[in-house]
């Protein structure tokens, strides 16, 4: 199955406007220049309208890092898919393990973020990923299994195609810990195989499955070798132009 790849950089709550603006368009010439593969920035919020502007017609798509489930409404502090596709956002980061584990959001809330994506037309990006005190426990197969259930409550077989899955062990997410492309690999399997078992195969073999956690360019090229990782979720070292560059362009 030939799915194309995605590499994403997170930028978290980092950059002024104009430094976002910045590594956009370093990111955007690096999308460009590697057409057989799809490129997003996730900047802050307070970035996004520029970001979109600064990067116009060039293949670097924009998302946001979280998503309202309702179109508007009295919903202090959160930004609905309506307001977001309205600067050109494309898709939105849903259940990032610092959105479930600082701010509490809990897989059913995740799962009406995920559905507000949907409904808005923006693109989800599931992350889903264990702790090292479940991973240590032998508890990663079933709190994936309990994420994936929960957040893919009610999602349609055809809007299926249009979902992103991130598998982020917590555990190595800044920390600078990459878990092995072994781990990695064996975790998007059983992600697919989820998918396979819940949905059907070919939902199975067309959704991407992005590995993050501490992705740099050291070990870009072994991750992408794996045959279930389609690409990358990148924090840190997406705030770098060179770095994001080199990732970018994994071989
Ligand atoms: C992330 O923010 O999703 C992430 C994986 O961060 P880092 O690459 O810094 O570990």
């Known amino acids: 199955m030939n799915r194309r790849p995605l590499i994403a950089g997170n930028w978290k709550m980092h950059l002024t406007v104009a430094e976002a603006v910045r590594l956009a368009q370093a990111a955007a010439a690096a999308s460009g220049a590697c057409p057989d593969r799809d490129v997003m920035v996730a900047p802050a919020f307070t970035a996004l309208a520029k970001v979109c502007e600064a990067v116009g017609d060039t293949p670097l798509q924009v998302a946001a890092q979280n998503v309202a489930w309702d179109k508007e409404g009295a919903y202090t502090g959160e930004i609905s898919a309506l307001m977001l596709t309205d600067l050109g956002v494309r898709l939105a980061i849903v259940g990032h393990s ?46 994936l299994e309990r994420q994936m259930r929960q957040g893919l409550q009610g999602v349609a077989k055809e809007e299926m195609f249009r979902l992103v899955l991130a598998y982020e062990p917590v555990w190595a997410i800044g920390t600078g810990k990459t878990a092995t492309k072994e781990q990695a690999q064996e975790v ?59 990732i970018i362009r994994f071989q």
């Open 98 to 143: 610092e959105r479930r584990q600082i701010f509490g959001e809990i897989d059913a809330m995740i799962n009406r973020r995920l559905l507000g994506a949907l409904a808005g037309g923006l693109q989800p990006v599931l992350c889903v990923g264990e702790t090292l005190e479940e991973r240590e426990s032998n508890r990663t197969f079933s709190v």
């Open 188 to 246: 998007h399997a059983f992600l697919r195989q989820f998918l396979a078992d819940a949905y059907e195969k070919n939902i199975a073999d067309a959704v991407r499955i992005l590995y993050g956690g501490s992705v740099k360019p050291e070990n870009i090229d072994s991750l992408m070798a794996q045959p279930d990782i389609d690409g990358a979720l990148v924090g840190g070292a997406a705030l770098n132009a060179e770095s994001f560059d080199r």
